[in-house]
């Protein structure tokens, strides 16, 4: 009677070792299969943080017709430097002119921010010297701020 409980424990014993092997190809499998999800995990975590973290402007209608509206009148007061009659900024001694640029690019008129670029002044408070004449005169009225 001992000997058949102690061959029927053995065969449990067997069944239950046959039960647990598992081949070394799925093992290794299972394992980069872990692997790639928790590297996947990481990647999902990172995008969100990313998302979170950069913050989205929502412009609301008022800010597109108040910038519409800013160029449109700059635009004017371009044309109306233009025409305005104003004392010669020359005197007749003076050939060379230092020209800096005081006001940033934000709410100005294409037009007037093409001429700074022609004046060479692309950034703000950047200076070019100019040879003074009737020409660079009236291009500086238009675009004075």
Excluded: C
């Excluded at 943080?49 to 007061?77: A, C, M, N, T």
């Excluded at 800096?100 to 700074?116: A, F, S, W």
């Amino acid at each position: 009677m001992t000997e058949e409980l102690e061959t029927k424990t053995t065969m449990a014993d067997e069944e239950q070792n046959s039960l647990t092997y598992i081949p070394e190809v799925i093992l290794k499998k299972r394992k980069s299969n872990e692997q790639w999800a928790i590297r996947r995990k990481q990647q999902l975590e990172q995008s969100v943080r990313k998302i979170k973290g950069d913050s989205f402007v929502i412009k609301k209608p008022e800010h597109f017709i108040r910038e519409y509206r800013d160029k449109e009148l700059d635009f004017i007061q371009m044309k109306y430097r233009g025409k305005r009659k104003r004392r010669a900024l020359v005197t007749p001694e003076s050939k060379l002119i230092f020209i800096i640029r005081v006001q940033g690019k934000n709410d100005m008129h294409p037009k007037t921010r093409k001429t700074l670029y022609s004046l060479r002044l692309r950034r703000i408070f950047s200076g070019v010297f100019v040879k003074a004449n009737d020409r660079i005169m009236e291009i500086l009225q238009r675009v004075e701020p």
